[in-house]
């Protein structure tokens, strides 16, 4: 009974725990998604997007406990390779996603190019545009592939960390340009992830693979995808889900705004063409391989 007392205040002053069945983890793509492929800007209000996917941010102690976010590259592990001019093996991921002064970045699940090039086949040196389009194509179906592969792995392992009870959330963000969009769509049918937000590429995105369309929601779906075009509306979209609260979507929204064009990482140059400029391009006959990566020149009839 002497120790009653003291226990019951010192326990009073202990910071609340949080929900303990609920446990959610974010996936993030970088490329188009986050920051414009190749080095540009940084699209307005996406690291706190997926920043606030990662809890009840309005519940100090779920801020606190909420996992870090987990980088899906197409890229391999090597140090000095890049995802956007953002060095994911050194310190650029963490640069990236920081929120507030927080690094909110845990790790990066990384791809196996040369799965990739052997998927090519003979299309590894395409001179035809017939064998471009399958070329890419094929290139993004590796992505695709090994993107489910390095959630399933993830999540088989973070099932035996979990304590039973737990209830695991996963949740993907990505672009419909160049693989993700399929990926979330496999991975939803097999229950592997719980939701999906896919950001849709435009014209003036840079871009590596212009042969391989952009995934369409009519062709690529699932109750759990969402496709958004900003961030704003992808904050919306997951308010009416659930999944931000009604003061979060308004960070997200406010972030947007105050980020406007977005920070610069502009370090590729005229190697990352954009679609429309692409297209330009191919119109004037420029080869598509050489289409793909600068601006051809000029064609005089």
Not at 85 to 106: E, F, M, N, R
Not at 182 to 196: H, K, S, T, Y
Not at 239 to 257: E, F, M, P, T
């Amino acid at each position: 009974i002497f120790f009653r007392g003291p226990f019951l205040y010192y326990a009073a002053l202990m910071p609340p725990k949080p929900d303990p069945s609920r446990h959610r983890h974010v996936f993030t793509d970088v490329d188009n998604t986050l920051i414009e492929y190749g080095g540009g800007k940084v699209y307005p209000g996406g690291v706190r997007f997926v920043h606030e996917l990662r809890a009840d941010m309005d519940d100090p102690a779920a801020a606190r406990c909420a996992p870090k976010v987990t980088v899906l590259s197409a890229r391999p592990g090597i140090k000095g390779v890049t995802d956007s001019g953002v060095p994911i093996v050194t310190d650029g991921a963490q640069k990236l996603l920081t929120v507030d002064g927080k690094c909110i970045y845990g790790e990066t699940l990384h791809g196996k190019p040369h799965k990739a090039l052997r998927a090519m086949g003979r299309d590894i040196f395409p001179i035809r545009s017939e064998a471009v389009a399958r070329c890419d194509q094929k290139v993004c179906n590796e992505f695709t592939r090994q993107k489910v592969e390095n959630v399933k792995k993830w999540k088989e392992k973070a099932a035996k960390r979990l304590l039973p009870g737990i209830n695991l959330e996963l949740v993907l963000v990505g672009d419909n340009g160049e693989g993700d969009a399929e990926a979330a769509q496999r991975l939803l049918v097999d229950g592997d992830i719980q939701w999906a937000f896919i950001r849709r590429v435009k014209g003036t995105d840079r871009g590596l693979f212009h042969e391989k369309q952009p995934s369409q929601p009519a062709l690529v779906h699932h109750e759990a995808l969402h496709y958004f075009e900003d961030y704003a509306e992808a904050a919306h979209i997951a308010c009416l889900q659930g999944l931000l609260s009604d003061a979060a979507h308004a960070r997200v929204v406010a972030a947007a705004q105050e980020e406007g064009a977005g920070a610069k990482f502009q370090l590729a140059g005229l190697l990352f063409t954009t679609k429309e400029k692409y297209d330009e391009s191919r119109q004037r006959s420029v080869p598509a391989l050489l289409a793909g990566y600068v601006d051809g020149p000029e064609q005089t009839p």
